[in-house]
């Protein structure tokens, strides 16, 4: 049995966490979208950012994403300053791709046949028996440190935690958070390479259709094989195409 992983702070504390974080989110802004390259922001519990590594952008990408702050948040750049991937507190000092609280019935996913929805230079296609998603692709874990990367999927099976492994992927948990187990096609369109990862977590992707896991085995040769490899690695222009149930 597949279960969903839920706050780990305990039913009553997390209901009253998660409300008081809503509205004092409320007059916080978003993650920003760029930082310096590279930069690495951490939010403390007052939802304020403290830069662990690079610095604010210049005037001219003062823009924000999508992503709002959560205590705890960690938040990495790539080497453009845009931002890459969200990380959350996963509660035994490390962190999880996916939100604290989510749901298994995927209220993420949006409705069949409803077309295009676009975010940043990424679309997903919602087709009547299939997404179509055109974007960046990236990965995520510890691909720079292959001795730590026990990392948690977003759910837990037969109650024992799931840690991701290589050819689990994560799709976008704000509308396509499909049923854990949904086969992935990715291909990069700048090499047509082709490879099929599978759903296994979701995350915020800001600014991608998909992200890889990566155990740190990978990091020199590509995303198995869609790129040519190095830690800063993503598919930049790639495509992906999958359904919206398990088969």
């Known amino acids: 049995m597949i279960l969903k992983k839920r706050m780990l702070f305990g039913l009553i504390g997390s209901f009253v966490l998660s409300f008081s974080m809503r509205i004092q989110a409320a007059d916080i802004k978003n993650v920003p979208n760029y930082m310096q390259p590279d930069s690495v922001i951490i939010y403390d519990n007052e939802l304020n950012y403290q830069c662990e590594k690079g610095g604010e952008a210049d005037s001219s990408k003062q823009e924000m994403s999508d992503v709002e ?17 969200v990380y959350y507190p996963d509660g035994d000092g490390g962190y999880q791709l996916s939100p604290p609280i989510t749901t298994y019935n995927n209220t993420g996913v949006r ?26 692709i990236t990965y995520y874990g510890k691909p720079d440190a292959p001795k730590e990367t026990k990392f948690e999927g977003d759910h837990s099976v037969n109650g024992e935690k799931y840690y991701l492994k290589m050819g689990d992927c994560a799709t976008k948990w704000k509308g396509d958070d499909v049923p854990t187990g949904v086969k992935v096609k990715a291909k990069n369109l700048k090499n047509n390479k082709v490879k099929t990862f599978k759903k296994e977590d979701c995350g915020e992707l ?42």
């Open 206 to 247: 800001p600014n991608a259709i998909l992200d890889i896991f990566e155990d740190g085995t990978w990091s020199k040769k590509g995303i198995c094989g869609l790129t040519v490899g190095g830690i800063k690695d993503s598919v930049d222009n790639g495509k992906i195409v999958h359904s919206y149930t398990v088969q």
């Open 69 to 85: 702050p959560y205590p705890g948040m960690k938040a990495v750049y790539d080497d453009e300053g845009l931002l890459r991937n």
């Open 111 to 136: 409705k069949r046949g409803s077309g295009k929805w676009e975010y940043g230079k990424c679309f997903l296609n919602f087709k009547a028996d299939k997404v179509v998603g055109k974007g960046q």
